[in-house]
């Protein structure tokens, strides 16, 4: 086992391990794609309900079909708007009922060390190594720190940090580690 040069152990919340999943599968072209294209058949959908109650109750003039036509089209592009919020709020609800399910509701233990071969990451008994050499990135946020690796990604919140001090000395060892 190689020797740890920062260990940390904390207990996450449902929300923060539903949050790590999300910003993980969020970034993939897969799951961009899913959400576009569901957009975009709710909308075209949308559209094509509005064109037809539109015309049925219409004269069916060239006039009216031009009309059912453009307010078609303004509604889908509305619709699609609202549809893709919701869809999205929807996702995140399903993902953290699945993470309730997963882990009972109760905070997932996890521990962290920081290595000179990788970073090792123990959540609810389930261990993984994330070599150095497939770091993609390191992100400071305001609540948090983000180490994204091809494929996978941890996240450390603020406070799970004693202090300001530890947190930088951390992020300082990962920056090294890293290569960056």
């Given amino acids: 086992m190689a020797e740890a040069l920062h260990r ?3 207990d996450a919340s449902v929300d ?3 949050d790590a999943s999300w910003r993980l599968a969020s970034r993939t072209r897969a799951f961009q794609r899913q959400i576009r294209n569901h957009v975009i058949i709710a909308s075209a959908a949308t559209g094509v309900v509005v064109f037809g109650v539109w015309t049925y109750f219409g004269r069916g003039t ?3 079909i031009a009309v059912a036509l453009i307010a078609a089209t303004v509604f889908a592009v509305t619709f699609a ?3 893709r ?3 999205v709020k929807q996702l995140k609800k399903s993902q953290r009922t699945i993470a309730l399910e997963q882990f009972g509701g109760k905070p997932v233990p ?3 060390e920081l290595r000179p071969d990788g970073l090792w990451v123990r959540q609810a008994e389930m261990e993984m190594i994330f070599p150095w050499t497939v770091c ?3 992100v400071e946020n305001t609540d948090d720190i983000e180490i994204n690796f091809s494929p996978g990604i941890c996240v450390l919140r603020n406070r799970h940090f ?3 001090t530890e947190r930088q000395a951390f992020l300082d060892t990962v920056r090294r580690l890293a290569g960056r």
Avoid: H, K
Wanted: hydrophobic share 40%.
């Fill in 8 to 10: 940390m152990t904390y």
């Fill in 16 to 18: 923060e391990v539903v």
């Fill in 136 to 138: 993609t990135g390191i």
């Fill in 62 to 64: 060239g006039g009216q």
């Fill in 162 to 164: 004693a202090l300001p």
């Fill in 110 to 112: 996890c521990e962290v």
């Fill in 81 to 83: 708007r609202f549809f």
């Fill in 85 to 87: 919020g919701e869809l």
